[in-house]
């Protein structure tokens, strides 16, 4: 008991010292970019292309089901477009107001889990909708670095070496012979135990290992998969010109924006605050201003797009209540 109780005051500890940081970062933000500034763009936002924003959101998540559902359907089974939406609206939710980007991936996988009576399925088809996204996103900054994109400069080694993570789990997902070398390394690796986290952490992986049978190989699912990522990516590259429209940056450079939106969600990955805040809206700032922006549209574009994600959030919470009261128990 006093073990728990010790684990979870270091927990709530750290996570204190992740929203200080966040604080900290925030601070340091709004004075690279002056506060009259800020105020000043906040206070001529167009409403028209704000109200744009947020519905485009419907556009945004309907992709991202749109490659989920291929994964579901990969499993042999299937479930409607607009149940997957309400789910992955669910998960804004939870990636908002639970200390990890991950949350709102455990929310909908185990929702959608529930429908369809396979927690191993929905979560596989989960994680690799997710998955195959960072990958996209992850070779297009490799590309962009080795074609000498100026925006990468400073950035490189760390998004070539999170290209490389990427490609070789996606070889493990993808790749038979290297997907059964890794899981029987993986295994060799982790201590056996009759019980404690050890022995659920073998249950995962023998669950992920029969749950990705309905992927290896196949390599048109891969094809298809990418394809559909990079489609969300041309959407999220619309999404940020639209959020920088409003903000008053009328010269956006929607060709420029193709390189720097995949980098800014590569680096508010980095888990050094809770749901990336503050590291997301610094990103938007600094690589926004190396294609054009001044420092207050950079990060007015940034705050926009989190209270964007806020509203969203909002939005998850209710559907979420239904879904909790339709749901079997």
Known sequence: MSQSKSDHTRQRLALLVRSL????????????????????????????????????????????????????????????????????????????????????????????????????????????????GLLAMALLGALFVVCGAEVTAGLSVAILSVGAGAAVLGAACFMPRFSAWCFAVVRRVLPERDRGVFRKLHKVLNALDEGLQAARGKKKLLFDALVLSLFFHFLTVVNTYIAAKAVGWDTADIGGLF???PLVLLVSMVPLTPNGLGIQEGAFLFLLKRIGADEAQGLAVGLLLRAKVILLAMIGALLWARLKKIEPQ
């Not at 966040?22 to 004075?31: E, Q, S």
């Not at 105020?39 to 991202?64: G, Q």
């Open 21 to 132: 940081f966040a604080v900290g970062i925030f601070a340091g933000l709004f004075a690279v970019a002056g506060t009259q500034d800020l105020v000043s763009t906040f206070s001529s936002v167009r409403w028209d292309y704000v109200v744009l924003l947020v519905s485009f959101s419907a556009v945004l998540i309907w992709a991202s089901c749109l490659k989920w559902r291929l994964f579901v359907r990969a499993s042999g089974r299937d479930v409607s477009l607009l149940h997957l939406m309400k789910l992955y609206t669910v998960g804004y939710f939870f990636n908002t107001f639970t200390p990890s980007y991950v949350g709102g991936d455990l929310a909908r996988s185990f929702h959608l889990g529930r429908h369809l009576e396979s927690q191993r399925d929905a979560f596989v088809a989960t994680f690799l909708e997710r998955f195959t």
């Open 259 to 261: 390189v720097v939106v």
